[in-house]
């Protein structure tokens, strides 16, 4: 399988904002790769693509299936397993933050809560490091309820908020 040079350039950017995301570079590739394919692929067909070992491929792809990026589909008349990505930008950037508010944020704000109590109780921290902390809880905990907020709102209304942009501050006035 030839990539065109436009599609080998953008799953090669993917791959590399892949690994400053924290995400495996291969990982990222194929699933930028499935993303653009028109039709589901075989894994041999994106070993063949990326030019990548069988075995990386097929853990790469079961890690994007517990992520629920990629899901595996079947071809009438065909027994072997084909993949694909999902295909709506933004149910794509829904399942990856979702994925990092689990991974990322969830732990942080556990931590920050059992943090928060016990520094209030300690006498030899400073007021200044124990408000820090508070101050700390205080924003992950509003960014955290925004999230849950913000992924309740119909794609097509996000859409239009944040077309809006800056505009938006005109009516939260303070």
Do not use: C
């Not at 149910?91 to 990092?100: A, G, N, P, T, W």
């Amino acid at each position: 399988m030839q990539l065109s040079p436009a599609v080998e350039k953008y799953v090669l950017h993917w791959g590399e904002m892949g690994t400053r995301w924290g995400t495996n570079r291969t990982v990222a590739q194929i699933q930028a790769l499935l993303y653009l394919s028109p039709v589901p692929l075989r894994a041999d067909q994106i070993v063949e693509a990326l030019s990548v070992a069988r075995s990386n491929v097929s853990t790469s792809i079961r890690e994007l299936q517990s992520y629920g990026l990629v899901r595996m589909t079947h071809v009438l008349g065909d027994r072997r397993d084909y993949f694909e990505s999902l295909h709506d930008v933004w149910e794509l950037f829904r399942v990856i933050i979702e994925q990092r508010k689990q991974r990322e944020l969830n732990p942080t704000l556990s931590m920050l809560r059992t943090t928060a109590k016990e520094v209030l109780e300690e006498k030899g921290t400073d007021p200044i490091t124990k408000q820090r902390i508070q101050n700390m809880l205080a924003f992950v905990t509003t960014t955290n309820d925004w999230y849950e907020q913000i992924r309740e709102i119909p794609t097509p209304t996000l859409t239009k908020l944040m077309r809006l942009g800056s505009k938006i501050t005109k009516l939260v006035k303070r």
